[in-house]
């Protein structure tokens, strides 16, 4: 599968306007990734409340930056889960960490977090993420 980085995602591409254009901080080749967000009064559920889905997106994110850094490469979500502890309202910032927790040939696996700036936690998350291409594996030094 040809996988090709036109700027658009909608979390981090630079180039869509509809999206957050977060500039995730990638450290130690994938190691940990930290990500500061703040979602705006249309991304709602409830009134005032960001919707579970924008929570879950931005775990995705962090989690997916940790494959992609680990393995050079293109990387894609292979599973998610999501645990929500509370609501965040919208419009506040929101600050996103996660961490590379095991490494094999196809698969990272991450630990992730949703917090508010008062170290609040709305919600957490594991997930694995895989190489779009099996020649993007990890090197021996980020095992």
Known sequence: MAIENNNRCFVCGQENPFGFQVKPIVRDAGAEVYIECTPP????????????????????????????????????????????????????????????????????????????SDSTTIATGTGKVMPVDESFAPTPSTQ
């Open 41 to 116: 009064e249309h991304m709602q559920g409830w009134a005032n409340i960001l919707h579970g889905g924008i929570i879950s997106t931005l775990l995705d994110e962090a989690i997916t930056h940790i494959g992609i850094g680990t393995f050079n490469g293109p990387a894609v979500t292979a599973q998610l889960e999501v645990r929500f502890r509370k609501p965040a309202p919208t419009g506040v910032k929101l600050l996103v960490n996660a961490e590379r927790i095991k490494v094999s040939r196809r698969l990272v696996e991450a630990i992730a977090e949703v917090k508010l």
